[in-house]
């Protein structure tokens, strides 16, 4: 096993978290779990594991709708996580957050309910080449729905946006909107979304961020940022699945219509007319997601308490090392920026390899990898290929899980290539 400097100034100690992680327990092939594929998802710690369990043990009922003392407990609960959630990301107001089903939901809900209301012939709306799916699918969508122009903004051969091109683009119409992820899950590319965010006011159009890849990995301060909503999910960031965030500015929250209609949302109801409820309860139709909330919330208590700096910290050493080891595999090729300028995902081609062959090789030795298009097709038309692997690492990464990555990769060179 090489030495390096990963552990010696880590503030976190990966080695003690990961005893946090059930999963770690059990063998993959008779190997231990090397799982290199957080970006996709994370996996959960007892602590968040256990307020579930304790939730629906002791304080479970619907919220928002008793007056009996357990429906209180609930809703005190539940309307705590969106606390939690709310100084997570600095929003100067916890009514501004709203609990989606993650940041799919999230995004969708505002590309339909504020796009169809006000987006137009002669208006642009501006993606990127790096969106993932869900930032890009739709905002292109609605863009055909309502006669707007779609454009995205192109990158560079380091994978960076080209931000010359946005006077271009301010040439094409009204830019209304810009959409854009603080991290890519392709390319570990951490974005300008402030200069972006800015460069849309001017235009008069909204910033829309996509901080699902971001969120777990790399503080957010929404009024940092400057942005107009901000989109994550639970499920990335140690928390259960079927949850996750919306953040937008009150004013603009107000002046939307609903996304979903039904119970909860309302003001009042007749025959005649329906009236909407306050925010966040306009976009809350039916029964939330609660104990997954709960445990959203007590996901985000689980990683502030490590601390999110420490975490990219930690992210970014294993990240040079991945890339020092990944240099010495032959017929490798790397994509995206400089270390310093992503968070702890690197994506990788073997030459003459499929990577989903890759992929398999690695899981012969119990090392879970990613491999596909990653949801970010613009982009592998962009990079000129149709898959890549993908290795993304978390607070619970060990370096020994790099060395077998690497291990695993030259063993596929040798058998495959
Ligand atoms: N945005 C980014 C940047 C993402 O990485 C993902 C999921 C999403 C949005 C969607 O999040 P969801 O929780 O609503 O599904 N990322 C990935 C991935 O990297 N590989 O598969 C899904």
New binding site residues.
């Given amino acids: 096993m090489a030495e390096m400097a990963v552990t010696a100034q880590t503030k976190l100690d990966a080695r003690k978290l990961r005893a946090d992680f059930p999963i770690f327990e059990q063998e993959v092939r008779g190997k231990p779990l090397a799982y290199l594929d957080s ?2 998802s994370a996996h959960k710690p007892r602590q968040v594991l256990d307020k579930l369990r304790t939730f629906y043990e002791t304080s479970y009922a619907n919220v928002h709708r008793g007056v009996y003392t357990l429906s209180e407990l609930a809703t005190a609960e539940y309307e705590g996580a969106r606390e939690k959630v709310a100084r997570f990301i600095n929003a100067p107001a916890a009514r501004e957050v709203i609990f989606t089903h ?3 939901e999230s995004i969708n809900l505002v590309a339909y309910a504020w796009g169809l209301d006000n987006l137009g012939p002669g208006d642009v709306v501006v993606v990127t080449e790096l969106e ?1 799916h ?2 890009f699918v739709p905002w292109q969508y609605i863009a055909k729905r309502t006669g707007a122009t779609f454009e995205a903004i192109p990158l560079d051969e380091h994978g960076e946006l080209r931000l010359d091109a946005l006077e271009d683009i301010a040439r094409v119409g009204n830019v209304k909107v810009v959409a854009n ?1 603080l991290v ?2 392709a390319l570990g590319t951490i974005n300008p979304v402030e200069r972006l965010a800015a460069w849309a006011h001017e235009q008069g159009a909204i910033m829309v961020v ?1 901080a ?2 971001a969120a777990p990995h790399h503080a957010i301060d929404v009024q940092q940022l400057g942005c107009d909503f901000l989109a994550f ?1 639970s ?2 960031l140690c928390g259960p699945t079927s949850v ?1 965030a919306l953040w937008g500015r009150a004013g603009l929250l107000e002046a939307m219509a609903p996304f979903n209609l039904g119970g909860h949302m309302i003001r009042s109801v007749s025959l005649e007319e329906t009236t909407w409820g306050q925010i966040p309860f306009k976009f809350e139709a039916g029964t939330q997601p609660i104990a997954e909330a709960v445990g959203f919330g007590a996901a985000i208590d689980y990683i502030t308490d490590v601390g999110v700096d420490a975490i990219e910290e930690h992210e970014r050493e294993l990240l040079v090392y991945a890339l020092e080891q990944l240099a010495e595999v032959p017929g490798l090729t790397a994509y995206g920026p400089a270390p310093e300028r992503r968070a702890g995902i690197v994506s990788f081609n073997l030459d003459g390899v499929h990577p989903h062959d890759v992929a398999q090789i690695l899981d012969m030795d119990g090392v879970a990898i ?1 491999a596909g298009h ?2 970010c097709q613009p982009l592998m038309a962009k990079l000129g290929v149709a898959a890549t692997n993908r290795a993304s690492f978390y607070l619970y990464t060990i370096p020994e899980e790099v060395d077998r990555l690497a291990e695993g990769l030259h063993k596929a060179h040798k058998l495959l290539a």
Avoid: L
């Fill in positions: 970006a996709v993650g940041a799919t993932h869900s930032n992820n890519s899950n996509d699902a890849q999910s499920h990335k996750g990613r990653h949801c």
